[in-house]
């Protein structure tokens, strides 16, 4: 699997937007972006993945670069709950595939001031 | 249906000794995934399964573990003759076919 940088940690104060960066410049043309965070104690937790277009879910939004080198996983407005580490991964999105599993990094710890 | 199940939550066993931990995955999830996590890192691949055959192991894996998947459903993890440098945070998660995986709240094993 092509591999990911992510700052190791970032801050945020509560109810501003906030902007999680993401490299990946060996990235293939069939990987797909996947973000995943883990609150403290928990099990990771699946966010957002894309292709090539930018996403939008409930939890967050993924602008990816036109290049795809690089993505940003943004949070608009950051609660004390979104504190977590975050987890920027490529994928093989083969849906039938045998290659299945997520390759971790050491993500970016997300602390959010009140 | 909750979600991923591990049982149980904590394990403090002695040196030596084996364990093992059981996972119940999302009832029409067919893949299944174990991970191992220390502290400070993110987690690290071990296995997956897609229904009862286990696809994928990594190096990590020594012969001392070994996991099943009997029938395709739950899986259990056994760790064989335990060492201290076990001690960890063990996960499993399920997914349909190779979407988005979901998450147990993980076994702390602490090998003393």
């Known amino acids: 699997d092509a591999k990911t940088t992510q700052p190791n940690s970032m801050e945020s104060n509560e109810e501003e937007p906030v902007h999680l960066p993401c490299n990946h410049s060996?990235?293939?043309?069939?990987?797909?972006i996947h973000w995943y965070r883990q609150l403290p104690s928990q099990g990771p937790e699946y966010v957002i993945h894309g292709l090539t277009s930018n996403v939008n879910n409930r939890m967050a939004s993924l602008a990816i670069a036109e290049d795809r080198k690089s993505s940003t996983l943004i949070l608009h407005r950051a609660t004390l709950r979104d504190a977590a580490v975050y987890y920027c991964i490529l994928k093989l999105m083969n849906y039938g595939g045998s290659q299945g599993n997520l390759i971790f990094g050491k993500g970016t710890k997300l602390s959010v001031k009140p | 249906d909750t979600g991923v199940s591990q049982d149980p939550r904590h394990k403090i066993t002695k040196r030596g000794q084996n364990v093992t931990f059981r996972c119940d995955p999302i009832?029409?999830?067919?893949?299944l995934y174990w991970y191992r996590q220390t502290l400070g890192q993110g987690p690290e691949f071990l296995t997956y399964f897609q229904n009862e055959a286990q696809l994928e192991k990594s190096r990590l894996l020594s012969d001392r573990f070994s996991a099943e998947r009997p029938k395709g459903s739950f899986s259990t993890l056994e760790i064989q003759r335990t060492e201290q440098g076990d001690s960890a945070m063990y996960l499993c998660a399920s997914s349909l076919w190779n979407t988005e995986a979901f998450f147990g709240q993980g076994t702390r094993l602490t090998v003393v």
């Open positions: 060996t990235i293939s043309g069939t990987d797909y």
């Open positions: 009832s029409e999830h067919n893949r």
